[in-house]
T-cell receptor, first 116, second 113 residues
Framework: DVKVTQSSRYLVKRTGEKVFLECVQDMDHENMFWYRQDPGLGLRLIYFSYDVKMKEKGDIPEGYSVSREKKERFSLILESASTNQTSMYLC???????????????FGPGTRLTVL | QKEVEQDPGPLSVPEGAIVSLNCTYSNSAFQYFMWYRQYSRKGPELLMYTYSSGNKEDGRFTAQVDKSSKYISLFIRDSQPSDSATYLCAILMIYNQGGKLIFGQGTELSVKP
């Protein structure tokens, strides 16, 4: 069974703090993704990575950065947290090398971040 | 215009009802379509995927794609309270190294006993 874990389920931070969200997958997947999920907006892609030390901007990268130093770990960094970054953050991974039709993304349980 | 549009609901139905969940998409080049289910306080999980026009069945679930209308649907027969969740349609965009998903807003479904 694929397992994607996220470091925290709930996090409360103050405006201006630097925030690290960690994601680890145990299936040797090449691709990893960070999304945020907001009511009425669905899941929006922040950043993704298709290999170690590689990263690509998603649809809403502003205010975020990422780090992928090891294949199994993908970190999302909020350099200076703001209240509009209060959201549910979801990490996902996928093989990226298999037949396209089975390029399933497996999601972690999510981190609910509140920025005060 | 959003690339994928989905009615956010919420949708409330009695147990045993047939549920129809729908999405439209804008880019006719999209080829791969998925439905994810997300229970409360959990991450999404893949329910079904399809890549051709027509129907695909899996138990009580049927995924339907109409590429000419750019319309995808998920039907749930004999709905159960355990089907209560948010359902997200997603389009898979292919790039060299793999795929990127574009999600609809999600439809919140509640099945009442």
């Amino acid at each position: 069974d694929v397992k994607v874990t996220q470091s925290s389920r709930y996090l409360v931070k103050r405006t201006g703090e630097k925030v690290f969200l960690e994601c680890v997958q145990d299936m040797d997947h090449e691709n990893m993704f960070w999304y945020r999920q907001d009511p009425g907006l669905g899941l929006r892609l922040i950043y993704f990575s298709y290999d170690v030390k590689m990263k690509e901007k998603g649809d809403i990268p502003e205010g975020y950065s990422v780090s992928r130093e090891k294949k199994e770990r993908f970190s999302l960094i909020l350099e200076s947290a703001s209240t509009n970054q209060t959201s549910m953050y979801l990490c996902a991974s996928s093989t990226g090398r298999a037949v396209v039709s089975t390029d399933t993304q497996y999601f972690g349980p999510g981190t609910r971040l509140t920025v005060l | 215009q959003k690339e994928v549009e989905q009615d956010p609901g919420p949708l409330s139905v009695p147990e045993g009802a047939i549920v129809s969940l729908n999405c439209t998409y804008s880019n006719s080049a999209f080829q791969y379509f998925m439905w994810y289910r997300q229970y409360s306080r959990k991450g999404p999980e893949l329910l079904m995927y399809t890549y051709s026009s027509g129907n695909k069945e899996d138990g009580r679930f049927t995924a339907q794609v109409d590429k000419s209308s750019k319309y995808i649907s998920l039907f749930i027969r004999d709905s159960q309270p355990s089907d209560s969740a948010t359902y997200l349609c997603a389009i898979l965009m292919i790039y060299n190294q793999g795929g990127k998903l574009i999600f609809g807003q999600g439809t919140e479904l509640s099945v009442k006993p």
